[in-house]
């Protein structure tokens, strides 16, 4: 009986601890919940089906009921640093805080032993890569609308949230589709939470090829300005459906770098040759031009020449004139 009692008395007070502690995170207006790493394991069936890769982890689809969301998204962190408890914690909370509806929404966490895992709502309709790169060229007027969700999403993280986020990793398969096609930014802020020299590139370097901002190269501090960068390139990919280094695709004399090939033919004037065969977008020339102008501005070389989000936001809706852009390149470029 005492052993009894000892056992019980040792498990209603474990389940105190637990519960207290996630009503600690849920006090302070965050609404995330820890979890265990065994409740997530059992909520993917020991993380069974598999989402995507990306630099940071692995994602596993997983069904827990949270509310009226059953299905999640389940990301197991692979480059944390050790011992950073507090700062993991930390930058947690900061990603719980955001709330936008061009971000997906971070529903609770796992920070236990060796174990960091983040809980996402789950969006069914895939990532901007596998829309675009398919089989079958996405309307135009979709690839507009996901272009803008994108730069409000963007926008939000630099200016509007209480500790300015620079995402670092801006492509395609970081932006994901929910139900209704709205562009949703995923692992925003996951950057702080890795160690400084771990990137898909180079030491010291975060992002990935083909979006990399210039000034990661010459060892300056890096502001927001990266991921306007990556965004130009996300943008061209948009409008042609192309991706930013797919030799493959191009033709004899073309450029396999897009955002060559885009400077190419806007200066030239050939901006039917980006957008071919696709009749809507050719029939809405003056939006196609603005769009192609903004995305060459977002990659220019020099990044004070870049715009913030914000105006190249405005830039798109039309709100702001959007003026003749200089090359992209002039310290590189041979043309």
């Not at 370097?205 to 300005?225: L, S």
Request: glycine share 8%; proline share 3%.
């Amino acid at each position: 009986m005492l052993v009894g009692a000892a056992c019980l008395g040792f498990i209603l007070i474990y389940n105190n601890k637990i519960t207290n502690f996630r009503r600690v995170h849920n006090a302070a207006g965050l609404n995330l919940q820890c979890f265990t790493y065994k409740e997530l394991a059992q909520a993917t069936d020991g993380f069974k089906e598999e989402l995507g890769r990306g630099a940071f982890g692995i994602v596993y689809k997983g069904v827990m009921p949270m509310g009226s969301i059953t299905t999640i998204a389940v990301k197991k962190l692979d480059r944390v640093a050790q011992d950073t408890e507090k700062e993991f914690r930390t930058e947690v909370n900061v990603i719980g805080q955001t709330h936008h509806k061009n971000l997906v929404r971070l529903l609770g966490f796992c920070d236990e032993g060796p174990h960091r895992l983040l809980v996402y709502e789950y969006m069914n309709n895939g990532t901007v890569a596998s829309f675009l790169f398919g089989d079958l060229k996405p309307n135009w007027n979709q690839r507009t609308q996901i272009a803008m969700g994108i730069t409000r999403g963007l926008a939000y993280l630099h200016e509007e949230c209480s500790t300015q986020i620079i995402h670092c990793d801006i492509k395609p398969q970081n932006i994901l589709l929910d139900e209704y096609y709205n562009a949703r930014i995923s692992d925003f802020g996951l950057a702080k939470l890795l160690m400084i020299n771990q990137s898909r590139t180079l030491t010291n370097i975060r992002g990935t090829k083909g979006y990399v901002a210039p000034e990661w190269f010459r060892n300056t501090q890096v502001t927001t300005k990266v991921d306007v960068y990556s965004f130009g390139v996300l943008l061209l990919e948009i409008i042609t459906c192309r991706k930013s280094l797919a030799d493959l695709e191009f033709g004899d004399g073309e450029n396999p770098i897009l955002t060559d090939w885009v400077w190419d033919c806007f200066r030239e004037g050939r901006l039917d040759t980006l957008v071919e065969n696709d009749t809507e977008a050719l029939t809405d020339k003056k939006r196609l031009e603005r769009f192609v102008k903004v995305g060459i501005w977002c990659i220019q070389e020099d990044s004070s020449l870049r715009p913030t989000m914000r105006k190249a936001c405005q830039m798109l809706e039309g709100i702001l004139e959007v003026k003749f852009p200089p090359c992209p390149s002039p310290f590189t470029s041979t043309g």
